[in-house]
């Protein structure tokens, strides 16, 4: 099946800790999203890459990193930095040709 | 920079009534239009989309928005809601000239009881 595969779906990390949350597609798509969902908020874009080896900062990229170096993969780390991690994270990759995302099942991490 | 105004946080009906979403979205180009919808437990998946042409868009489940670009709005209606119907739902738009950067509104949460 095509689609956006995100892993873990549940995570759980104490204060301090790094961590990175897995996104692959198979749809071939170039580009990809990370997102942060927050009740009342909508999606909020934290970093997003059009092609491999290349990614931009979204909207709320601090205490974020990312890497694309295969076209399949886009792993999102949450750092000690990110004052607020808490949060549902939607990862998402995009045709080319429409312009339309398609979207992960989304991975819920919980800092206690 | 393009953003979204989704003007209801949180919308109760009950079955069979009509629908209406409010989306308004400011940028002076041309856009492309969505809207989302995420139900309990599920991921987000389209709705419909607007890209040129009749501005009159029909999606699943018998959704359907108009794009009014004197307005600015493009917004979501059905006329018939159903129990099924409760989920959350997002505007976006992306401008051209913006490398297809999608920004979304914060949604709508729509309850339909039974």
Known sequence: ?112 | AQSVSQHNHHVILSEAASLELGCNYSYGGTVNLFWYVQYPGQHLQLLLKYFSGDPLVKGIKGFEAEFIKSKFSFNLRKPSVQWSDTAEYFCAVNAWGSNYKLTFGKGTLLTVNP
């Open chain 1, 1 to 112: 099946d095509g689609g956006i595969t995100q892993s873990p779906k549940y995570l759980f990390r104490k204060e301090g800790q790094n961590v990175t949350l897995s996104c692959e597609q198979n749809l071939n798509h170039d580009a990809m999203y990370w997102y942060r969902q927050d009740p009342g908020q909508g999606l909020r874009l934290i970093y997003y890459s059009q092609i491999v080896n290349d990614f931009q900062k979204g909207d709320i990229a601090e205490g974020y990193s990312v890497s694309r170096e295969k076209k399949e993969s886009f792993p999102l780390t949450v750092t000690s930095a990110q004052k607020n991690p808490t949060a549902f994270y939607l990862c998402a990759s995009q045709s080319g040709r429409t312009g339309e995302l398609f979207f992960g099942e989304g991975s819920r991490l919980t800092v206690l």
